[in-house]
């Protein structure tokens, strides 16, 4: 007959799941289930690069209004809310594409959806920006006159990275993104 441990388990999982259960790997094991579920080629795109430049831009020219007195003139309300209200939607939308969520999403046409919210995000933009730009007077507020001229520059280059997000989407939503020599086949 064949000898028999002494000492028999049915655990059906490795050994190394104790340890992270009593707290050895958890945090490691959860930075790699993070990291696996990124979209890492994401993040080299164009499109990326692009919506962090929104964002970082969007950020730096809202904080440049807010600490500025901009409820004196009703224009800088309708720049605030533009550009807080897209600063949050594309963060949202950032990291939505970045953990991949058009994969569990299907249901969603997500080229389309994509390109009408930059084409709708760059409608607002260069709306809030002319009301930026036409709010800006040398000598109405010239202890703040600096901040919001940097605000309106920084809108109208946060304006143009919106143009450019929705022109590549576009281009994504109407084809495959490719050029005639990436898509023939050598014979």
């Known amino acids: 007959m064949a000898d028999f441990p002494s000492k028999v388990t049915t655990e059906t999982s490795s050994p190394h799941s ?3 259960q009593q707290g050895g790997n958890s945090l490691q094991r959860l930075a790699t289930n993070v990291t696996t ?3 890492r080629s994401f993040i080299r795109s164009i499109p990326a690069i692009l919506m962090v ?3 970082v831009l969007g950020l730096l020219q809202w904080a440049l209004i807010a600490s500025a007195p901009y ?5 800088y309300g309708w720049v605030m809310f533009v550009a807080v209200t897209l600063w949050i939607l594309t963060t949202i939308l950032f990291f939505m594409i970045l953990f991949g969520a058009q994969q569990k999403l299907t249901s969603v046409p997500w080229p389309l959806t994509v390109m009408v919210y930059f084409a709708g ?4 933009y260069l709306t809030a920006f002319l009301a930026n730009a036409a709010s800006v007077r040398p000598f109405y507020y010239t202890m703040f ?3 919001m001229a940097a605000a309106a520059f920084f809108g ?3 304006t143009l990275a919106y143009g450019a997000s929705a022109f590549i989407s576009y281009l994504t939503w109407k084809g495959d993104g490719g050029n005639a020599a990436t898509n023939t086949v050598p014979t």
């Open 18 to 20: 104790q340890s992270s």
């Open 37 to 39: 579920t990124m979209d």
């Open 53 to 55: 430049v929104e964002i």
């Open 71 to 75: 409820t004196l003139l009703p224009a």
């Open 121 to 124: 995000a760059t409608v607002f």
């Open 145 to 147: 006159y600096g901040q």
């Open 156 to 158: 109208a280059v946060v």
